[in-house]
């Protein structure tokens, strides 16, 4: 599956299991992958690298994002229903109220 934020499109993985929405992109490097998260919050401890985080409502519609997201942070919105993290530095021009596209 793919995401496509803003004509930038994205190879994009389901964090839908335990292990998956516990690790995230914890212990890695170089990343060069989105995920997506069913919950209203996420973590960026134990991470190398800052992420952008965007999240949205159950239609994928922006309503709030961060960028360049330092590690030892929490992000909560209680009117989210996915939170998707990518690569630090790869939302450009994002906006909420801007629908994000998956592709399959």
Do not use: A, P, Q, R
């Given at each position: 599956m793919k995401l496509k934020v803003n004509n930038q499109i994205i190879n994009l993985e389901k964090a839908n299991t335990p292990i998956k929405r516990l690790i995230g992109f914890m212990f890695q490097r170089n990343i060069n992958k989105a995920l997506v998260f069913k919950t209203k919050s996420?973590?960026?401890?134990?991470?190398?690298?800052?992420?952008?985080?965007?999240?949205t409502n159950k239609d994928n519609i922006t309503i709030d994002f961060k960028k360049n997201l330092e590690k030892n942070k929490i992000v909560f919105n209680k009117k989210a229903y996915y939170i998707y993290e990518l690569p630090s530095n790869f939302i450009e021009n994002l906006k909420k109220g801007d629908k994000l596209e998956l592709i399959n």
């Open positions: 996420i973590h960026t401890f134990l991470m190398k690298e800052n992420i952008d985080v965007i999240i």
